[in-house]
């Protein structure tokens, strides 16, 4: 018995939802997300909710039960609020710069790294240390969060590198640390 899969998800005013079949579009005043749930998944709106139902009780049926239904529901939250990662660059040195919807990012390389901000996602620079990705897919924003932080991981040393603005970096203590 799935605790979250059973939750019924409920639908704001200003959000329209259109289950076909297996594909479901969420439109909101953020955009238009659409999705496609897997066949022993079924989703049914009732006034102003959904209900995620499950064809049977297998056990992959049942772990795709809560996900369908947290997938559906960070569509609705995504078209309404929308999603938000902050990123931090620590180190002498390094800074980001915004060029358009692109990302110019000086990470201690011999040449400065240029971002290009996916469909559907954009950035915001309040300080030369500080990212904001924002979008509305809660996927999209977290691979690219996810992207912009491999060009240059935090080092665990210095602690130079980009970070999540919510990461604890353990730092380690070197050679002299005796």
Known sequence: MSRIGNKPIAVPSEVQVKIDGQNITVTGPKGTL??????????????????????????????????????INNMIIGVTSGYSKELQINGVGYRVAKQGNNLNL??????????????????????????????????????TA????????????????????????????GKTGK
């Open 34 to 71: 659409s999705r496609e749930i897997h066949k022993d998944i079924s989703a049914v709106i009732e006034e102003n909710t959904i209900k995620v139902t499950r064809k049977d009780d297998e056990p992959a049926t049942r772990s795709l039960h809560g996900l369908t239904r947290s997938l």
């Open 106 to 143: 000086t990470l201690g390389y011999s040449h400065p790294v240029i971002f290009e901000a996916p469909e559907g996602i954009t950035f915001d620079v309040p300080n030369p240390n500080t990212i904001i990705v924002k979008g509305i897919d809660k996927e999209l924003v977290g691979e």
């Open 146 to 173: 996810a992207v912009v932080r491999t060009k240059r991981p935090p080092e665990v040393y210095r602690g130079k590198g980009i970070k999540y603005a919510d990461e604890v970096i353990r730092r380690k203590e």
